[in-house]
């Protein structure tokens, strides 16, 4: 399939996937500013949405700081899809959430997404008092593809000789290991078909040796040592619960801190479609475990 025929398949896929949004919602509601913004970065003008805590919040002069980036295979989704969980991070945890909105494949395949958002993260620290945040208390997350995205500006950090300060990352439920065939990871009548996930994966990788690469498949890392402390959460039947667990454990040998979760019995997505308690659950670990982060940090 060209890159031609790889587009016109994927914009049918964006025009259904639009129009059939089931999504979970928080049952609380919170006092949170959102404002719309546009970054400089190597993919031209990122636009990021920013949520600023309210009321509740306001003794602070300086907030820090969670970029957030949604899932979707690398092909689908879109910022506001996971607004309303942005705002229950930034309420929870008195954080700023900067929610990603990075370019998609196959338009702008590998290792477009995974520079711009490494882009985002540099510019919002030289920028930070232009948003009110504190530019030393900086965490990173994402769900699916985004966890995926998340882990790799971790390892392009360190490589860059750890340019700002990662103090956490959040890796939901992601796709870790792009070089596994598909067929090949663990089968649940409810995970990912094999073949939309080995399409997907052609369409973000601009070409099939790309998929060894440390920034596209985290979890074939050459060390994991000197990588910020990990909340990974896994969904007990999801052909990528396993390279989650292995990341977790490589994670840990080469001396990180993780906190490794497995929700029972959920499916791939659980944070944003199906029971809205196990949700929650999980999105309360992650905006508990941001506020422990900075407030060990911020002293």
Aim: glycine share 8%.
């Amino acid at each position: 399939m060209d890159l031609q025929q790889q587009i016109a398949m994927v914009q049918q896929m964006r025009q259904h996937s639009s129009g059939n949004d089931q999504s979970l919602q928080p049952s609380h509601t919170y006092d949170v500013k959102v404002k719309e913004f546009m970054i400089p970065t190597s993919a031209g003008e990122t636009r990021v949405l920013i949520y600023t805590p309210g009321q509740e919040n306001a003794e602070r002069s300086t907030f820090p700081i969670f970029f957030n980036m949604h899932g979707g295979g690398f092909v689908l989704g879109q910022a506001d899809g996971d607004d309303a969980w942005c705002r229950l991070i930034a309420g929870r945890a008195g954080c700023i959430v900067v929610n990603i909105d990075y370019k998609l494949a196959p338009e702008h395949k590998f290792p477009t997404a995974v520079l711009e958002c490494y882009d985002v993260v540099k510019w919002v620290h030289a920028n930070a008092a232009q948003i009110s945040a504190n530019a030393s208390l900086l965490a990173i997350g994402g769900h699916s593809a985004g966890g995926n995205l998340a882990a790799a500006v971790c390892l392009l950090n360190r490589e860059r000789g750890d340019e700002f300060p990662i103090l956490l990352q959040i890796i939901d439920y992601a796709v870790l290991d792009l070089a596994t065939d598909p067929g090949e990871k663990p089968d649940f009548p409810e995970a990912i078909p094999a073949d939309v996930a080995r399409t997907f994966n052609a369409m973000y990788l601009t070409k099939t040796e790309d998929a060894v690469n440390p920034l596209a498949s985290p979890v074939l890392a050459n060390s994991f040592s000197h990588l910020p402390e990990a909340l990974i959460i896994t969904a007990e039947r999801d052909s990528l619960a396993q390279e989650a667990r292995n990341y977790a454990s490589k994670l840990e040998a080469g001396g990180v801190k993780v906190t490794h979760k497995e929700y029972e019995g959920a499916v791939h997505g659980f944070t944003h479609h199906g029971d809205i308690q196990m949700a929650e659950d999980a999105w309360y670990l992650m905006s508990d475990t941001l506020r422990d982060v900075f407030s060990r940090a911020d002293v």
